[in-house]
């Protein structure tokens, strides 16, 4: 991102007029030249709302973003906190269509500015940037704050706003509490959370209250942290015995005949499904930049009956079915005093539960090396000994890790589909929160799609 401009557009409730800075007696918006640090993260938003907050004292809460695939800028909708504009002498709010003569049509810029009152209060997928805003949510979770008998001591701080989901640390006399706010395609994992919760198999976040209506959680500071992107092999092998633990435990939980809340990737699933993937992939990528050419279908289409196959293969070993996480990273993985807390669980499915390491072997590969793999390969694998012996798990294991890919695909379709649902399969504005959804959807589909063929 080092290498993008930002441009921090401020609108008014009537989504007229933007926010711009003065500079040597020229109005424009603020980039990273005005000093604006140059480590601003999707995830993180806190060093750019602190120097925001610290030049110009105004709190403010970040709308949406947008960061195109082939674009080289970055655009960010922040609103703020109190909706008061105090009167400062170095800014001021310029109407659009005065700014709007200051670019050229042909720029992205300019079409950024000119869409944004077609688009500011209006999103199928992003729930925050409806007209409300924020406010039902932090409105919510400061009542219920003050109910609990939590004192707020500050200002909340967001300090996530992604196309999943956007999150608010909210500091009281009694410690940091998190308000989350789940996008509308990532609404599950309330369900999901919940229905984990009364298995009561594995540590998870504590919840200090939840609003049924807006599925939004308020949960107490888990304490800790993230487990570390190269963290040592004494560690990793404590995360991966405790996962294949829970997966064990799992196993008498799960309902197979009513797979939800949980998504449904059983090997059975794989090979129904990998049949209608060619034309699902068609439907879901058209019109869009990622789409696959005649010659990328055809030799999908070829592919088919091998990753059956390997389906069929791994369905003749007595592993039962588990729960998959369907997102097992660090960033998901805390490291607390009361234990490993595995969290985000929105997109876990019933299926093999092999796919689960798989996938995070996936996410870890270049910071361990060959041999920490194996050793953890081998600790996760003799958690199943029960079911089969090494010899039979390590040739399994060979198997599901060739079928990552098909099973990650079929998981990305989902979550498309999800999204081409709430957007009633209509193209969205340009530079809207959900043409940014849509297009980052879209290219992790179509990027692990093309490793079938």
């Not at 703020?80 to 992205?108: C, E, F, G, H, R």
């Not at 959680?217 to 633990?245: F, N, P, Q």
């Amino acid at each position: 991102m080092e290498n993008k401009k930002l441009f921090f557009l401020l609108s008014e409730d009537d989504g007229k007029k933007v926010f711009v800075l003065k500079t040597n007696n020229v109005w424009k918006i603020p980039e990273f030249d005005q000093r604006v640090p140059g480590n601003i993260a999707f995830d993180n938003p806190d060093p750019y709302l602190q120097w925001f907050e610290y030049e110009y004292g105004i709190p403010v809460f970040r709308r949406y973003i947008i960061e195109s695939i082939t674009s080289d800028s970055t655009y960010m909708i922040l609103e703020p906190k109190d909706k008061k504009y105090p009167i400062l002498s170095n800014y001021s709010w310029l109407p659009i269509d005065n700014l709007l003569v200051k670019y050229s049509d042909q720029t992205a810029l300019y079409t950024i500015i000119g869409n944004l009152t077609a688009h500011y209060n209006k999103s199928f997928t992003l729930p925050w940037v409806n007209k409300n805003g924020y406010g039902i949510y932090t409105e919510w979770a400061i009542k219920t704050l003050r109910l609990l008998g939590k004192n707020p001591t500050g200002s909340m701080r967001q300090i996530k706003n992604a196309y999943v989901s956007s999150v608010f640390c909210c500091p009281t006399n009694e410690g940091d509490f998190y308000l989350k706010i789940p996008s509308n395609v990532y609404i599950r994992e309330f369900e999901i959370t919940k229905e984990l919760k009364s298995w009561d198999i594995i540590q998870l976040p504590e919840w200090a209250a939840f609003d049924e209506s807006t599925k939004t959680i308020l949960m107490r500071d888990m304490g800790g942290s993230d487990l570390s992107a190269d963290a040592d092999k004494a560690i990793l092998t404590l995360v991966v015995k405790e996962y294949a633990k829970f997966q064990k435990s799992a196993i008498d939980y799960i309902n197979l005949s009513n797979p939800y809340p949980f998504y449904d990737l059983r090997a059975s699933v794989l090979i129904s499904r990998v049949e209608s993937l060619v034309v699902d992939a068609v439907k879901l990528l058209q019109g869009s930049q990622f789409e696959l050419d005649e010659k990328e279908v055809s030799n999908l289409l070829k592919k088919i009956p091998y990753w059956k196959k390997l389906c069929e293969q791994v369905q003749k070993y007595p592993i039962p079915y588990s729960l998959d996480h369907g997102d097992l990273r660090p960033g998901n993985i805390h490291i607390t005093e009361r234990g490993i807390i595995f969290f985000d669980w929105a997109w876990s499915a019933i299926a093999h539960p092999f796919f689960s390491i798989c996938s995070f072997f996936h996410v870890i590969r270049r910071s361990i090396s060959d041999s920490t793999k194996i050793h953890l390969r081998d600790v996760y694998l003799k958690e199943w000994q029960s079911f089969a012996a090494m010899g039979e798990l390590l040739e399994l294991f060979e198997l599901v890790e060739q079928l990552r890919d098909l099973y990650c695909v079929l998981g990305d379709r989902d979550w498309l589909e999800a999204i081409q649902k709430l957007l009633a399969w209509q193209t969205p504005n340009f530079a809207s929160p959900d043409d940014y959804t849509l297009e980052r959807r879209q290219y992790y589909f179509a990027r692990v799609l093309r490793r079938l063929i």
